[in-house]
């Protein structure tokens, strides 16, 4: 592989993700690889204004869903080109927590959205910056929502969504699976974090060649 690993985390509300990303961050820094976290939407200045916006702002209660379809695309596209392609090009690993596949699912499954326009509207935000692998955290309805409730802070306007979208939502990471199972690893989420990290690490020591130095 000629530049560093770009590894993204998926799943729907709950899944997860967020505490895998960190722990993965985590065993980076122990063995001294340099790596970089962001997320979306966000990761830049930019970026954090396009996702208070969607899940914050009052004002988005009105959004239509091709508005919420643009606005995580343009996020994306800064993220790009400001913050992942130049780490991977300094030989920086980056994790990110979400990126285009959580619209193909959320935006062109969960909302019903015309799938090519979608893929295209994704292919033009990324343009050749795809990752090498995804790790989808795969867990049940119940599962997710008991974690959310436990959570501090106010539910965001996505977790506010109707059980039927997170079904779908799950059904189309699945699907997703199926068809690139090259690069997106399904992941049982709901299992002991420790099991879901050890399987995480185990699947890019197989896969890459810099983990398995250290």
């Given at each position: 592989?000629?530049?560093?690993?770009?590894?993204?985390?998926?799943?729907?509300?709950?899944c997860?993700?967020?505490?895998?990303?960190?722990?993965?961050?985590?065993?980076?820094?122990?063995?001294?690889?340099?790596?970089?976290?962001?997320?979306?939407?966000?990761?830049?200045?930019?970026?954090?204004?396009?996702?208070?916006?969607?899940?914050?702002?009052?004002?988005?209660?009105?959004?239509?869903?091709?508005?919420?379809?643009?606005?995580?695309?343009a996020?994306?596209?800064?993220?790009?080109?400001?913050?992942?392609?130049?780490?991977?090009?300094?030989?920086?690993?980056?994790?990110?927590?979400?990126?285009?596949?959580?619209?193909?699912?959320?935006?062109?499954?969960?909302?019903?959205?015309?799938?090519?326009?979608?893929?295209?509207?994704?292919?033009?935000?990324?343009?050749?910056?795809?990752?090498?692998?995804?790790?989808?955290?795969?867990?049940?309805?119940?599962?997710?929502?008991?974690?959310?409730?436990?959570?501090?802070?106010?539910?965001?306007?996505?977790?506010?969504?109707?059980?039927?979208?997170?079904?779908?939502?799950?059904?189309?990471?699945?699907?997703?699976?199926?068809?690139?199972?090259?690069r997106?690893?399904?992941?049982?989420?709901?299992?002991?974090?420790?099991?879901?990290?050890?399987?995480?690490?185990?699947?890019?020591?197989?896969?890459?060649?810099?983990?398995?130095?250290?």
């Open positions: 592989m000629s530049r560093a690993p770009f590894i993204t985390f998926e799943g729907s509300e709950g997860g993700k967020s505490t895998q990303v960190k722990r993965l961050a985590a065993r980076l820094e122990s063995l001294g690889l340099e790596f970089l976290v962001t997320r979306e939407p966000g990761g830049t200045p930019i970026g954090e204004t396009i996702r208070d916006l969607l899940q914050f702002n009052t004002e988005a209660k009105s959004m239509t869903s091709e508005t919420e379809l643009l606005l995580f695309e996020s994306r596209a800064q993220l790009v080109r400001e913050v992942i392609r130049p780490a991977l090009d300094r030989g920086v690993i980056v994790i990110s927590d979400r990126f285009f596949d959580s619209t193909t699912v959320y935006q062109g499954a969960a909302r019903k959205l015309d799938r090519a326009i979608v893929e295209q509207l994704n292919a033009f935000a990324v343009g050749d910056c795809r990752p090498d692998i995804t790790f989808v955290l795969d867990v049940d309805l119940t599962t997710a929502h008991s974690r959310m409730n436990k959570t501090a802070r106010p539910a965001d306007r996505m977790e506010q969504q109707p059980k039927e979208f997170y079904e779908a939502v799950r059904n189309a990471y699945r699907e997703l699976a199926k068809r690139e199972p090259n997106v690893a399904l992941i049982d989420g709901a299992r002991d974090v420790d099991k879901i990290d050890n399987d995480i690490w185990e699947t890019l020591v197989e896969r890459f060649p810099q983990f398995q130095k250290n």
